[in-house]
């Protein structure tokens, strides 16, 4: 078995998710008594989030790549973000380690072109939805990802960062995120992505009304098959 490094903290709601489905993944796979080998380094996210909300962009890369070299030292065979935001600088992980790094968005193109989806709404924080990084990495697998209206990716990005990584849920954020799924779907979206590792607390993609797909998801279980081929 090969051990899993993930990068965590961002937020660590969605992390201890990454880890309990890892090692659910991994014990449905083995049976017995086996787990997943996962070495977590887990980043701080308040300064972090400051970052992000000024644009320091390189000095939060900086920061991954440090946790990415952590992780190397410490046996990882393979290292993860557990963020999709965080993947805007995930350059800066792969020149800092010789490891390799299973992209979230990888594992997201993946799962839709199996299913045969082309035009999936990419709902998640405001950096992940107007910056071009995300979408552009499905646009070159002809994946071509649409996004709510402004004031809808304001509310979602609000609920993540006031409510959801601080592990609030509520009935007013679940209406929300639906009235959008449900907007996109008559404007000619074909699925929806749940491009934020935290929206699957709000409820599961299969209830999404929409094809769902959850980036959390479908990475862990990317991660487990690397570490169990």
């Avoid at 991954?64 to 805007?88: C, F, P, Y």
Wanted: with cysteine.
């Amino acid at each position: 078995m090969r051990t899993i490094g993930l990068i965590g903290g961002m937020s660590w709601q969605s992390s201890r998710l990454y880890y309990d489905r890892i090692n659910q993944m991994t014990v449905d796979r083995l049976g017995g008594l086996h787990s997943a080998q996962v070495t977590v380094f887990s980043i701080d996210f308040a300064p972090l989030a400051v970052m992000q909300a000024e644009g320091r962009w390189a000095e939060a890369g900086q920061l991954m790549a440090d946790a990415a070299r952590s992780l190397e030292r410490a046996g990882a065979d393979v290292i993860a973000i557990g963020a999709n935001t965080m993947h805007k600088v995930a350059g800066a992980v792969t020149d800092a380690v010789d490891t390799p790094l299973l992209h979230i968005g990888d594992a997201l193109a993946t799962a839709l072109r199996r299913e045969a989806r082309s035009r999936p709404l990419l709902l998640g924080t405001r950096f992940t939805m107007e910056d071009a990084f995300m979408r552009e990495h499905l646009a070159a697998k002809g994946l071509e990802a649409v996004v709510p209206e402004k004031q809808d990716r304001e509310a979602l990005h609000a609920v993540i960062y006031d409510e959801l990584v601080k592990g609030v849920v509520t009935e007013a954020a679940r209406a929300r995120v639906r009235g959008m799924i449900d907007a996109a779907g008559e404007t000619g979206a074909d699925s929806v992505i749940f491009g934020c590792t935290e929206i699957g607390m709000l409820f599961p993609p299969t209830d999404a009304g929409l094809p769902g797909y959850d980036t959390l998801e479908i990475h862990a279980a990317a991660l487990v098959d690397f570490a169990l081929a």
